[in-house]
């Protein structure tokens, strides 16, 4: 009792210290040596250290720093090329300040389903949405969650084939793929699309009515971090700055479809006897969607660049403290898990629904999510810990890896935007707006409409099973 209790404790101070700002690669193994000597373990603090926590962060960045890595450089890329910048205006043009909300979620789906890195999106959409909302005279307040809809939710979680690293971790875990229960995750996506639309623009309907227009909020200059994208001396072709997102979801459709299945990894079995092909093909072939998809980006503008090998070096060095930070909350997990305590906290899960894993696997993900502030941190941990538990029931009751994969992933984006989340802290940063001003709609649209998403896709996966 004593154990569980300790891990209670240290899971509650995470999430305050999170929210204070405290940094994660500091905070992880702190909350982790701080279980384990109120379990009483402290005599095994230091192998736990070497042994559990190291080798579960060691072995996450192993598995998955290449996803990380390509998936930075590609953002940077497509922001210092002028792709991001064309496809935004494009739309825009085209939908108008009319459209102003709908407009901004939509570019930001685009380039977030496309492989862009959300905070690179919410750096170069951020402009472009003052200047419509103040056109259109919609409160400012709604423009965070406007970009954390079309960044934050269905192509993040949902949308089949997205190469957000949400949808990748399940993959060794669950032998799935990108693509897993893309029916359901369809579905998904335009209940969260659609219902978080709705929500945007009764909002702004009702303000509008009452009299308030986008406000006074200063000069509201350009943020530097948005002016440091490198702009091109030419436009972009709308075409060419849409081909490297095409080719980021069809390769991988490709790879995953066609060319992998099509294979015999027979050859492999003598020299690489660990490496099980049906568990991680699905990172293979989102890596070489990335590769591909930047080497295109990179030619088709050579010539164009102000500065490539800056742009690359900072693609590069971008994708180290989000891997870090998500590798030491696994880490973290371990040694929970690793303490006596645990089991009582792991029986309780499994039993939420004991008829039913995939509720059982939701709320798991989500209140780890939501205690982590970090929907990949508390899948990681939550699959880390409890990933082969829900496998076994999952074969047991019948339930494909597919639908697992599927509702893990929209689960860890359910809770994780709670107030200390860093991704909504950076973002009410980028806009220069506070909680008070705009949390409100933020959790409306990140938190409520996913996890009705969820409860569909829940109910709907144990109907007809994964489609």
Same mark, same amino acid.
């Given at each position: ?38 379990? *009483?373990?402290? #005599? ?14 060691? *072995? ?5 720093? &290449? @996803?990380?890595?390509? !998936? ?28 102003? @909300?709908?407009? /901004?979620?939509?570019?930001? !789906? ?16 951020? &402009? ?18 406007? =970009? ?26 669950? %032998?799935?793929?990108?693509? $897993?229960?893309?029916?359901?995750? /369809?579905?998904?996506?335009? /209940?969260? $699309? ?30 530097? +971090? ?15 700055? =849409? ?15 066609? /060319? ?33 998809? +930047? ?26 403290? &989000?891997?870090?930070?998500?590798? +030491?909350?696994? %880490? ?8 006596? *305590? ?34 990949? #941190? ?19 009751? %019948? ?25 909504? @802290? ?15 709609? =933020? ?14 896709? @829940? ?6 099973? +994964?489609?």
């Amino acid at each position: 009792m004593a154990s569980t209790l300790a891990i209670v404790v240290s899971l509650l101070l995470l999430m305050f210290f999170a929210y204070r700002g405290v940094t994660v690669l500091l905070l992880a193994p702190l909350m982790a040596a701080l279980a384990v000597l109120l379990s *009483g373990d402290s #005599g095994f603090l230091l192998p736990i250290y070497t042994s559990t926590f190291m080798s579960a962060l060691s *072995g996450y960045v192993l598995q998955f720093l &290449p @996803i990380f890595l390509l !998936g930075a450089l590609f953002g940077q890329l497509m922001a210092d090329s002028g792709a991001a910048q064309a496809i935004a205006q494009w739309i825009t043009h085209k939908l108008g300040h009319r459209h102003a @909300i709908a407009t /901004i979620v939509l570019v930001c !789906g685009v380039l977030t389903y496309g492989g862009v890195s959300l905070f690179v999106v919410a750096f170069a959409i951020y &402009p472009i949405a003052k200047d419509l909302f103040r056109a259109a005279g919609i409160p400012k307040r709604l423009i965070p969650a406007s =970009i954390a809809l079309g960044s934050f939710t269905f192509t993040m979680t949902a949308l089949p084939g997205t190469p957000a690293i949400q949808n990748a971790i399940p993959i060794p875990y669950y %032998g799935t793929n990108v693509f $897993a229960a893309p029916g359901l995750g /369809i579905i998904g996506a335009l /209940i969260m $699309a659609l219902g978080g639309l709705w929500w945007l623009q009764s909002r702004a309907r009702k303000a509008i009515a009452q009299g308030e227009d986008y406000g006074d909020h200063g000069q509201d200059h350009f943020d530097a +971090s948005a002016e440091d994208s490198t702009h091109t001396q030419k436009p972009m072709p709308i075409f060419l700055a =849409i081909l490297p997102l095409i080719l980021v979801i069809g390769i991988n459709a490709l790879f995953t479809y066609r /060319i992998f299945p099509g294979m015999n990894f027979t050859f492999m079995a003598e020299r690489f006897p660990q490496v099980d092909p049906a568990k991680i093909t699905g990172l293979w072939a989102l890596i070489i969607a990335l590769i591909t998809a +930047s080497l295109v980006l990179i030619i088709s503008r050579l010539g164009h660049w102000k500065s490539l090998r800056e742009s690359i070096n900072k693609g590069v060095f971008g994708f180290m403290l &989000p891997l870090f930070n998500t590798a +030491s909350e696994v %880490g973290y997990g371990a040694v929970i898990a690793s303490l006596a *305590g645990f089991a009582i906290i792991r029986d309780f899960v499994l039993n939420v629904a004991p008829g039913n894993p995939l509720i059982s696997e939701a709320v798991a993900m989500t209140t780890l999510a939501g205690i982590t502030g970090s929907s990949s #941190g508390g899948l990681s941990i939550a699959l880390q810990t409890l990933g082969s538990d829900y496998l076994a029931m999952a074969q047991q009751a %019948g339930i494909s890896p597919e639908l697992l994969h599927r509702v893990a992933v929209m689960a860890a984006g359910g809770l994780d935007t709670l107030p200390h989340c860093g991704a909504i @802290i950076t973002l009410l940063s980028i806009c220069k707006l506070n909680h008070r001003q705009s949390y409100g709609n =933020i959790a409306m649209v990140t938190m409520v409409t996913p996890l009705i998403a969820l409860i569909a896709v @829940i109910t709907l996966g144990t109907i007809f099973g +994964s489609f």
